[in-house]
């Protein structure tokens, strides 16, 4: 099984600042990597699919980048609805499909 | 809208059984891999069974030979059928859609399934 291990845990971080969460797999998922955003009492909300391309609808403020085993989810310019947990799901080893343990986000 | 919508959460005693539903509409359903992820208060997602446009079914170690996965096409229906169900098992139940290979686009509201005496 593919282990996602995120960092770092908690992210404290004030608005108009940047952000920036790491996903690193246990072995190569190529770019078969996932950035998912859940807000309390919510589901998860798809954000980036294949490492970095952004889904339907998401702000051009969240960008992926990475390949491998390293990936990167960057939001620039922080906005108080950003408060959330974000995930990262690898698909490389289908039918296999495992999450990271995801990383809180917090606005000040 | 494109929609998934779940029900059939409740409370079970461990041992018994429980079947969730899972209804879509806004897309055609039978294009569409579907699957089942769970989460634990205060816990991470859980990837729980899949099902391809040709009905193959994937699960995790954790949940296989207890749950099985299916779809009705007609009906525009997922359905997870669990058995032998544990109190490691209680989470919200979220039913999820991908086209094959990729990342899980649209997701349900997620039903609730307690296992306890």
């Known amino acids: 099984e593919i282990v996602l291990t995120q960092s770092p845990a908690t992210l404290s971080l004030s608005p108009g600042e940047r952000a920036t969460l790491s996903c690193r797999a246990s072995?190569?998922?190529?770019?078969?990597l996932a950035w998912y955003q859940q807000k309390p009492g919510q589901a998860p909300r798809l954000l980036i699919y294949?490492?970095?391309n952004r889904a339907t609808g998401i702000s051009a403020r969240f960008s992926g980048s990475g390949s491998g085993t390293d990936f990167a989810l960057t939001i620039s310019s922080l906005e108080p609805e950003d408060s959330a947990v974000y995930y990262c799901?690898?698909?490389?080893?289908?039918?296999?499909?495992?999450f990271g343990q995801g990383t809180r986000l917090e606005i000040k | 809208e494109v929609q998934l919508v779940e029900s059939g959460g409740g409370l079970v005693q461990p041992g018994g059984s429980l079947r969730l539903s899972c209804a879509a509409s806004?897309?055609?359903?039978?294009?569409?891999?579907m699957h089942w992820v769970r989460q634990a208060t205060g816990k991470g997602l859980e990837w729980v069974s899949a099902?391809?446009?040709?009905?193959?079914?994937y699960y995790p170690g954790s949940v296989r030979g207890r749950f099985t996965i299916s779809r009705e096409n007609a009906k525009n229906s997922l359905y997870l059928q669990m058995n032998s169900l544990r109190a490691g098992d209680t989470a919200v139940y979220y039913c999820?859609?991908?086209?094959?290979?990729?990342?899980?686009?649209?997701w349900g509201q997620g039903t609730m399934v307690t296992v306890s005496s």
């Open positions: 999820a859609r991908s086209m094959t290979g990729r990342a899980f686009d649209i």
């Open positions: 799901q690898q698909r490389s080893n289908w039918p296999s499909i495992t």
């Open positions: 294949d490492a970095s």
């Open positions: 806004g897309f055609t359903f039978s294009n569409y891999d």
């Open positions: 099902i391809g446009t040709a009905g193959d079914t």
């Open positions: 072995q190569s998922v190529s770019s078969h």
